[in-house]
């Protein structure tokens, strides 16, 4: 179950590096690409099954932590979505919120303890 965790846990932080790598390229002049709303998907699904796997193993799981950085993640991706669909509208403060949540979702994961 270790090695599950391990990959998964490999899967969702690429997810999340493609979804920041992506956004914070492509400020200037602002556009959301197709690929940060891939690795917002990524990155979502991966996380999910992480949780499921921490679940049915004996982990405790803070519900709390997770039920925020799955807000946050999914904040991400209807922005992604949003932006990828409507290039026309994808503005400097939409791709600096896609990134600064996706920062702040990885702030999430790291320092709450």
Known sequence: MSTLSGVLL????????????ATVTNLRPP?????V???ALTALVAGILLVGVAEMGDRD????????????????TALAIYGARR?????AALVGSVAGL???NIAVAVLWR
């Open 10 to 21: 490999v899967v969702h932080m690429i997810g999340w590096a493609i979804v920041l790598g």
């Open 31 to 35: 556009r959301i690409v197709k690929g």
């Open 37 to 39: 709303t891939h690795g």
């Open 61 to 76: 799981v803070d519900n709390v932590k997770i039920a925020v950085k799955l807000v946050v993640a999914l904040a991400v």
């Open 87 to 91: 290039e026309e509208k994808a503005t």
């Open 102 to 104: 996706t920062v702040l």
